[in-house]
């Protein structure tokens, strides 16, 4: 799961993927990166935190780490949340394998809109709505790849 500072959006996906993995016995291992590096080694958002916990998820043992290479080899599927987080793990890519893993999060719930997930960062009022995007698309990628 992959946002601009892995303190907002990515946080929040992982924290909800992980959740659906534990309801559906799944042995999935989920991680979330910033393209930027700007707040490694940050909790997330205290809004991201609020808007989890509301749902009955704790994300609050996650640290924000900027992506590396080594990410785009060790993980099958990376999902960017939005159109420039999807374009610059693009740009990172160096074989065929690692551009067909590279995914935009909510074509799993729309596939083929490219829809992205906005960034809530500079406004208050956008994380509930992230937060039901993301739930959308992670029972999609549940249900696609337990199908
Ligand atoms: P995120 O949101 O990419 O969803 O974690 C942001 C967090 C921080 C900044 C921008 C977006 N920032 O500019 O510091």
Request: hydrophobic content about 35%.
């Amino acid at each position: 799961m992959v946002c601009l500072g892995n303190i907002c959006r990515s946080p929040l996906a992982e924290g909800i993927l992980k959740h659906k993995i534990a309801e559906h016995n799944l042995d999935w291992h989920v991680e979330s990166r910033g393209t930027g590096n700007w707040h490694a080694g940050h909790l997330p958002d205290k809004r991201s935190i609020a808007v989890a916990r509301k749902h009955g998820i704790d994300i609050t043992d996650q640290r924000s780490q900027q992506i590396q290479q080594k990410d785009l080899t060790e993980f099958d599927l990376i999902y960017g949340m939005d159109t420039s987080n999807y374009n610059n793990i693009l740009k990172m890519t160096h074989t065929e394998e690692q551009k067909a893993k590279v995914k935009m999060i909510m074509n799993e719930h729309q596939p083929g809109y490219n829809q992205s997930v906005p960034d809530p960062y500079w406004g208050d009022d956008g994380f509930e709505m992230v937060y039901q995007m993301l739930d959308n698309a992670c029972n999609a990628i549940v249900a696609q790849y337990t199908s």
